[in-house]
């Protein structure tokens, strides 16, 4: 079989991805055709590791919110997401377009907008901003549902999950990632996951084939 590597197949590449897309990779690797094509794959690969991380701290962070959230409220009704969405029409646009536009989706599968739902639907951008000094209100019911905290300043929980969303939103839309401090992303998302539950962090460490990955980045040739 032949080695697609080789030009004139670097062309295939230009041609279907983009010659401005393709051109940091080439640069990265000195003009080496072969190796701007290995890093192309390369980042594809641990950004697809990153994302099955992602996809599994998301879904625990939002359970632990909601949780927390929940337990805030006791048996109040409604549920806090919609008591939320109400009042957040007085002071979060923002906050507003997301809650409506996941009501819209689960309306348009012909669905009724429960609770979960609800939460199921709303991206990551949300919880994130739950954590923000916007919402800096929340955190004396939000603090005891990350035990793992080294200290009780919402702030540092804050910075890393917004990097996390800025590392997710690059991955969403296949941008590279070579070019970010991927140790230290790693390192930020494991730490999340180890405020949510130790247990958890330990699990996701396991879990991770991001550190495999980092040792096998194409490299320059000698």
């Known amino acids: 079989m032949p080695d697609i590597r080789q030009s004139p197949e670097w062309e295939f ?78 002071r979060n646009q923002m906050m507003t377009k997301e809650l409506g536009k996941a009501r819209e989706r689960i309306l348009r599968n012909s669905k009724t907008p429960t609770s979960q739902r609800m939460i199921s639907e709303l991206p990551f951008g949300f919880w994130v901003t739950l954590l923000s000094k916007r919402y800096r209100n929340l955190w004396p019911n939000l603090a005891a549902g990350f035990p793992g905290m080294p200290s009780r300043n919402p702030n540092d929980l804050f910075c890393k999950a917004a990097s996390m969303r800025y590392l997710r939103n690059r991955i969403g839309h296949h941008h590279r990632i070579w070019t970010l401090e991927l140790r230290e992303k790693h390192d930020e998302l494991l730490s999340i996951a180890g405020y949510i539950d130790a247990e958890f962090g330990e699990w996701l460490t396991s879990t991770s084939r991001i550190p495999g990955l980092l040792r096998t980045r194409p490299s320059h040739r000698r």
Not at 52 to 81: C, F, Q, V
């Open 13 to 90: 590449y230009e041609r279907h991805f983009a010659t401005s897309r393709m051109q940091p990779y080439l640069v990265e690797h000195r003009g080496d055709k072969c190796l701007a094509i290995d890093l192309y794959a390369w980042n594809m690969d641990v950004s697809a590791a990153f994302w099955e991380l992602l996809g599994y701290l998301e879904i625990a962070l939002r359970n632990r919110i909601d949780e927390r959230m929940t337990a805030s409220t006791g048996s109040e009704k409604p549920h806090w997401i919609f008591h939320f969405e109400n009042q957040s029409r007085k």
